[in-house]
């Protein structure tokens, strides 16, 4: 560029370079990709918890081997939201229809397997091992399901990333078991790193 043109050049233009922008889009409606509209039916819920993301492994059990039908990656805001927003779906649900049918408990002395042993006996196809992101999530419910549609809100249009479903009688114990996956995570969050050794 010769010294004319750079004196041409209006003022205001963006410099040369990477641009870096916040984007706020509202997610008016989620796209719902070919390759996930049909969804996935479960019967558990696998919560586990890293240090920034909590991953929900929805699993079938109707028969052997056991399948990983859906792997989703939540942040922990996320999780927040999506448990206040079970708890509401599941208060209209008793509303509508009564509680959910109460699952049999185990019987006294049979343990829960270790969840080493779960996944050693768990077909997990290598597409699924990543899982889903979603940074969002979409609830409904029928007499006999809740569908949860589970979103990436990226600009320029929101996506869901996967779509699963889950028995109606199963929903209060992946509720528990979301809430205390999250409330453990909290107080690891308030308590701060444990102390080194020898301190």
Do not use: C
Not at 42 to 49: A, C, D, F, N
Not at 64 to 81: G, I, K
Not at 172 to 178: A, G, K, Q
């Amino acid at each position: 560029m010769n010294p004319e043109d750079e004196q041409k050049k209006p003022e205001g233009d963006p410099p040369p370079g990477p641009v870096n922008q916040e984007v706020h889009h509202s997610q008016v409606s989620a796209r719902v990709p070919s390759t996930v509209g049909r969804g996935a039916f479960s019967t558990g819920v696998i919560v586990m918890q890293g240090s920034d993301e909590f991953v929900l492994d929805f699993l079938l059990m109707l028969a052997q081997p056991h399948q990983l039908v859906a792997r989703v990656v939540l942040p922990p805001r996320t999780v927040e939201r999506f448990i206040h927003a079970l708890q509401e779906n599941l208060r209209g649900y008793k509303q509508n229809f009564g509680a959910p049918t109460a699952l049999p408990t185990q019987p006294p002395g049979v343990k829960q397997p270790p969840v080493e042993e779960v996944y050693d006996q768990l077909k997990i196809a290598d597409e699924s091992l990543s899982g889903q992101y979603a940074n969002a999530v979409m609830i409904g419910h029928t007499p006999a399901e809740f569908w949860f549609d589970f979103i990436t809100n990226f600009y320029p249009r929101s996506a869901v990333s996967s779509r699963v479903f889950l028995a109606a009688p199963q929903v209060p114990r992946f509720l528990d078991t979301l809430s205390q996956a999250f409330q453990k995570y909290r107080d690891r969050q308030q308590g701060g790193p444990p102390p080194a050794a020898g301190a």
